[in-house]
């Protein structure tokens, strides 16, 4: 597409249309007295004097920024010459600034607004008041996005401090996450309920409890032992009863075996003694290998959402 060529030049004519040279144009806030800037090239870099002071030719060089002016056109004495307000830069251009609202409407099965940058400059740029402003909204050249930053350096940038709201914002307040650092991110304030901990997983509803700390549950200890004896006393062996066998026609030496009770008939009998022992406990030692229960850890944190 092709367009006319914008006048090169800001050039006014007197009365006689003479060059107005030594004229002074005043350059405001549009429907304001506020003084607003223009700028000698495109670059925007360096602000023209305000009022504007016209060459020997009565020309000079005034670029818009993407505001709305208001132009005041005084000869070299200060006459008012004219007044136009809501001037801005044109639309029909290869670089045009709109004002107001922007609407794109599209129907088809194609993008509603495509942008095909095939020099260095920044495909989309969205700034506020401040041109050009640093911290701008960006899509570059190459499809990087910066948000407060001019020069992305990545698929995504984010200018610092870089809060992100979003799902992230509106978790509920009250809502507990680990974090794996020593402090509460912003908008998180750190609990200090629970201490030393470890974290079990449950189906049902969540709890604590327990009653070692964990560094206190897995410090390294010694389970060795030696092998050894041990004299039970009677509290300390289980209850039970012994079964003895005699032969009344067999004993040894021609005396009579007694027994605690008799059953059966002549010949072999069978007695029992009293029920002995008393069920007690004791211990056993034995030869192990030490083990080491020192297992590696990594700390959290829980936070709450603010």
Known sequence: ???????????????????????????????????????????????????????????????????????????????????????SAPTAAVSPVLSGNVSISSDTPSAALTITQIGTGAALRVQDSADPDSTPFLIDNTGQVGIGTATPVSALEVASPGVITGAWAYLPS?????????????????????????????????????????????????????????????????????????????????GAQVLTSISGTSGSRSGVTAVEGGGGSHTHTFTGTAINLAVQYVDVIIATKD
């Open 1 to 87: 597409m092709a367009v006319l060529t914008p006048a090169p030049k800001t050039a006014f004519v007197n009365a006689a249309g003479e060059p107005l040279v030594g004229g002074k144009l005043y350059t405001y806030i549009a429907g304001t007295t506020t003084l607003q800037t223009t700028y000698t090239d495109s670059s925007a870099a360096t602000a023209n004097t305000n009022p504007v002071i016209l060459d020997s030719r009565g020309e000079a060089n005034v670029w818009l920024g993407g505001a709305i002016y208001k132009f005041v056109l005084k000869d070299a004495t200060d006459a008012l010459i004219w007044s136009v307000d809501n001037i």
């Open 174 to 254: 009250g809502t507990k996450i680990l974090f794996a650092q020593t402090s509460a991110p912003t908008g998180w304030t750190k609990s200090t309920t629970h201490d030393n901990k470890a974290l079990r997983v449950v189906s049902g509803a969540a709890s604590s409890g327990g009653s070692v700390a964990f560094t206190t549950a897995f410090a390294s200890q010694s389970v060795a032992g030696t092998v050894g004896s041990t004299t039970l006393t009677t509290s300390q062996i289980p209850s039970h009863s012994h079964t003895t066998l005699s032969d009344l026609y067999g004993v040894s030496g021609g």
